[in-house]
């Protein structure tokens, strides 16, 4: 084998988690069907678009790569998720619980903060910010700002 080939082999390995873990199929049809409360739940990868669970415990659960478009997900308890690289885009998480909740790489595009304290979560970059909205009871990270929803 060539060293280029090798080295590509390699790179595609180190580059493929060895030990992804897949979504749950049960726990992604609980949320389908309205039964919600899913804690510590592997969600990851999965098509959550335009699903509620609103006012659920959701605490500890992986939504790494989901599509989250236009979820409600107000009233929630997600302290101690992760969201990275999840599409939240027009989700409303509205008076949420996020407290160490990861959002690296998530894309925040038109998502609702309203009366949700940001100050615990972690991964939020301002950029991401800009594009999400929140209101006079938003409590962003220190150092950055909420726009107002309009």
Known sequence: M??????????????????????????????????????????????????????????????????????????????????VGTNLSGANLAHADLDGANFSGANLNITSFKGTDLRKARGLTQAQLDKACGDAETKPPAGMKVPVCS
Not at 3 to 22: D, E, G, N, Q, R
Not at 23 to 28: F, L, N, Q, R, Y
Request: aromatic letters at 8%; one cysteine or more; a negative charge.
């Open 2 to 83: 060539s060293y280029l080939l090798a080295a590509l082999l390699s790179a595609f390995i180190w580059a493929t988690p060895a030990h992804a873990a897949t979504a749950d199929a049960a726990a992604v049809a609980r949320i389908h069907h309205g039964k919600v409360d899913c804690v510590d739940c592997q969600l990851e990868g999965s098509d959550l678009t335009n699903t509620c669970v609103k006012g659920h415990d959701l605490h500890g659960a992986d939504f790494d790569g989901a599509n989250a478009t236009l979820m409600c997900m107000s009233y929630a308890n997600f302290s101690g998720a992760s969201f």
